[in-house]
């Protein structure tokens, strides 16, 4: 499928991405699929909570969707990042790893691309993130079950959050991280259920090797801990969508209707990128499919 047009260029490959490029390949549509090859849960061992797939490593689900999406007629996966999406669905395709740079003008265009992540600013975080460390409570608290946790961040719904996580780990200290989110009732209640808020900034992650050990704070006081949650900052990939009107919430997220249109004709999307929660591999997933069905129907009466 080089020299024709695609009939949807989907952005991302990713679990919405390739469950929709699989639907649409299914409805023998030519699609090209674009991924800059980034996927947000590459530091995760295994994904949980996936129907027939709990515990398999994330570049193993998308290494397989990618082969079963291209087993069909009319698939086409680029590695290239894509740019811009123009008013009359031009995209511009940076290509990466030797790949050449392409600008192709199909009938659809779908945006996958999920978020990217900014996590606190803590010395040696990074290291504990994805094994001990997680923002995905749905994802992972359960494998924290009856440990000594810590719950990092400074978002208006920690309390919120803390209450969840102890539904798993009842052992949990909060930590601000010096940002003012925690009310003083807040704290009580959360006190109610023996858990503690520590307000000092947070400095670094404390571990042996690959074992958290626990968390220091700015006076340099260390509170053990040997497992935790961050709550990082969430940022939707749509810089390259500038030159349309597809609107956004006020985290930059996109506003999709039920069939998960954009406001830009021709423009969808689905996954993480769109306005919604809980961020879940099945939940992007079945969006995928759902959008599928929408562009397959849409582009019969084009
Ligand atoms: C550490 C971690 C652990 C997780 N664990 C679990 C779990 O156990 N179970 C679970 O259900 N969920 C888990 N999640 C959440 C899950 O990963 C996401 O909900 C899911 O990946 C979202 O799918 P998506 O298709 O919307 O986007 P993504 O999977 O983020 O895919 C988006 C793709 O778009 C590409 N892209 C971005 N911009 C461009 C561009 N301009 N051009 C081309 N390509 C682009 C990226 O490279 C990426 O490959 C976890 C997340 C994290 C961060």
Same mark, same amino acid.
């Given at each position: 499928?080089?020299?024709s047009?695609?009939?949807?260029?989907?952005?991302?490959?990713?679990p919405?991405?390739? !469950?929709?490029g699989?639907?649409?390949?299914?409805?023998? =549509?030519?699609?090209?699929?674009?991924?800059?090859?980034r996927?947000?849960? &590459?530091?995760?061992?295994h994904?949980?909570?996936?129907?027939?797939?709990?515990?398999?490593?994330?570049?193993?689900?998308?290494?397989?969707?990618?082969?079963?999406?291209?087993?069909?007629?009319?698939?086409?996966h680029?590695?290239?990042?894509?740019?811009?999406?123009?008013?009359?669905?031009?995209?511009?395709?940076?290509?990466?790893?030797?790949?050449?740079?392409? !600008?192709?003008r199909? =009938?659809?265009?779908?945006?996958?691309?999920?978020?990217?992540?900014?996590?606190?600013?803590?010395?040696?975080?990074? &290291?504990?993130?994805?094994?001990?460390?997680h923002?995905?409570?749905?994802?992972?608290?359960?494998?924290?079950?009856?440990?000594?946790?810590?719950?990092?961040?400074?978002?208006?719904?920690?309390?919120?959050?803390?209450?969840e996580?102890a539904?798993?780990s009842?052992?949990?200290?909060?930590?601000?991280?010096?940002?003012e989110?925690?009310? &003083?009732?807040?704290?009580?209640?959360? &006190?109610?259920?023996?858990?503690?808020?520590?307000?000092?900034?947070?400095?670094?992650?404390?571990?042996?090797?690959?074992?958290m050990?626990?968390?220091?704070?700015?006076?340099?006081?260390?509170?053990?801990?040997?497992?935790?949650?961050?709550?990082?900052?969430?940022?939707?990939?749509?810089?390259?969508?500038?030159? !349309?009107?597809?609107?956004?919430?006020?985290?930059?997220?996109?506003?999709?209707?039920?069939?998960?249109?954009?406001?830009?004709?021709?423009?969808?999307?689905?996954?993480?990128?769109?306005?919604?929660?809980?961020?879940?591999?099945?939940?992007?997933?079945?969006?995928g499919?759902?959008?599928? =069905?929408?562009i397959?129907?849409d582009?019969?009466?084009?």
């Open positions: 499928m080089t020299d047009q695609p009939d949807v260029v989907v952005i991302g490959a990713g919405a991405g390739l !469950t929709a699989l639907n649409l390949v299914r409805a023998r =549509r030519r699609v090209l699929m674009v991924d800059t090859n996927p947000r849960h &590459a530091p995760t061992l994904s949980h909570g996936t129907l027939g797939l709990d515990g398999i490593p994330p570049l193993e689900l998308r290494r397989l969707g990618r082969e079963q999406f291209l087993a069909y007629d009319g698939a086409e680029l590695t290239g990042r894509v740019t811009s999406v123009g008013a009359r669905l031009e995209v511009s395709i940076e290509g990466l790893r030797g790949a050449a740079d392409r !600008t192709v199909p =009938r659809a265009v779908l945006v996958a691309t999920g978020l990217s992540e900014q996590l606190p600013a803590v010395a040696d975080l990074r &290291a504990y993130y994805g094994t001990a460390l923002s995905c409570i749905e994802c992972d608290a359960f494998e924290k079950t009856g440990k000594s946790v810590a719950l990092i961040g400074s978002s208006d719904d920690l309390a919120e959050r803390a209450r996580i539904h798993w009842p052992d949990l200290v909060v930590f601000t991280n010096g940002a989110v925690v009310s &003083a009732d807040e704290e009580a209640r959360l &006190a109610a259920r023996g858990i503690t808020v520590e307000r000092e900034p947070v400095v670094a992650i404390e571990g042996e090797r690959a074992t050990t626990g968390v220091r704070l700015a006076s340099g006081r260390v509170v053990a801990r040997e497992a935790g949650f961050v709550v990082p900052t969430w940022v939707p990939q749509v810089g390259f969508l500038a030159g !349309t009107d597809a609107s956004r919430d006020a985290s930059d997220r996109l506003i999709v209707d039920a069939g998960f249109r954009t406001s830009a004709r021709g423009v969808y999307a689905a996954g993480d990128v769109i306005s919604r929660e809980p961020m879940q591999i099945a939940v992007a997933a079945g969006e499919a759902v959008v599928a =069905r929408t397959h129907r582009l019969l009466d084009d």
